[in-house]
């Protein structure tokens, strides 16, 4: 039984995009236009992260009072800034603004969460873009162990644009990392356990502390934990995932929460924010 | 066992958009670049079509030797046209073209096919769009007879952009004619019938004549026959979907071929004619 550690599969990534970055010249856009304190927190490690990798974070955290003029002009600034090749709009966003319109403002080519309309479109086309970090990161970590999807029974729980949709649209690619068999589970399904428990390879972006257990899974399944719970443990708090890792050893491989896709995901928004620097005519 | 026929869908459909055809006056492009016979029978029932409801055809059918060049400025002239208010671009293209620039050139607007990534972003993101007649035809066959999709098992069969992973987004969506637990299927899944037995709902675009058994199907369940295959029988050419309605009686609805979804399929292509007519703001 193996355990997906996150951190090899970042840190060849990283390796692979580092020396196009310029350091102390390049930078990134962050817009936390909320009170809100997971959104400040995530915010930060944002920060940090391209802080640390040579690209200054412009974070643009306004107070309640926020007018959406005001950030139609910071996007602006930031679209035309030729130093910046990438833009991060963070959830949610003061009730008083129009995210619709914020994201509709975004060059697409600075998009790298991926977010836009064109960018998911050229998604189901299997063209050039941007896509959503954490679907992406969700399939290199299978693929950095040596774990192809062809032909295999993947079901996915959960269908937000862009994490389950997602997902779902790049497990149909052509190829080895593609050619699923997919199935998209949410809220709505009637007896979810019977999709898992035939899966060769579980995704689950539910968003609920040990929402599955592991030993719900078949004998040799795969499971690839995208959710990032906070819970308290002994009067502490502590990150954990959709699934609980009660009993693995029937299983063939699993990811980690902490130090699984969400590891990786980050590495992929920085290959995005380097993609967006090395190809600035995939604007679309 | 009911049998899903078009006609009245499509009649409806028609019913409801026709008023906002100006007779005389409204024109679409259709490009027909290949030497295809299929395309080219494709292209004049669709001629017919947009003749019947008043609407002006002006079929582009250059020779083997067109050049990029031109098909791009009648684009243009089409995109320019304001009584033109869809362009249809019909597969396949001779060889020396660059379809994928040629549908780039096309106004987002004019994309009554839905092929453009913007559209297939906006069918992602749930946001108002010109989305694949096909796929939307599918899903509003089953509306009109009351057959909801919420909580349904549906297995699709086939994964291209505009049937298979449009379907699968749009049976993802919110409501009760979404909410579906959806299962892409196609030539690479193993064991592809152990899939469809236990759906609700199949909905089957491969393209192979009698692909399927509706005795495949388990009881209750209903089939979208999305299939159009030109067979020889008794030394006639005759129409047939991918599922073979040998034995009907254990069903609870189907689609016929031909009669089924490729007659709504025409009625929601006039439908995103008269949406592009009346909502010139969409363009992305």
Known sequence: ???????????????????????????????????????????????????????????????????????LAKIEKWNNDENLYGIMLLSPMYRQLNRNKIVESLRPDKDIEGIK??????????????????????????????????????????????????LAVLLLRYGKMGNATITVCHSKTVDIVNYVKRADIIFSAIGRAGYFKASDFKRGAIYVDIGINVVEENGKRVIVGDVEPDEVEHLYAYTPVPGGVGTVTNAILLRNYVESKRRKDING
């Open 1 to 71: 039984m193996i355990i997906l550690e996150g951190k090899p599969v970042k840190e060849k990534i990283i390796s692979e995009v580092k020396d196009y970055i310029d350091e102390g010249k390049d930078k990134v856009g962050i817009l936390l236009a909320t009170d809100n304190r997971s959104a400040a927190v995530y915010a930060k490690s944002q920060v940090k992260m391209f802080t640390k990798y040579g690209i200054e974070a412009d974070l643009c955290n306004p107070d309640g009072n926020a007018k959406q003029e005001e950030i």
């Open 117 to 166: 309309a064109i960018n998911l479109g050229k998604l189901m086309l299997n063209e050039k873009g941007l896509f959503p970090p954490t679907a992406v990161a969700s399939v290199e970590i299978l693929k950095h162990y040596g774990i192809e999807t062809e032909g295999k029974n993947c079901v996915i729980v959960g269908r937000s644009v862009i994490v389950g949709k997602s």
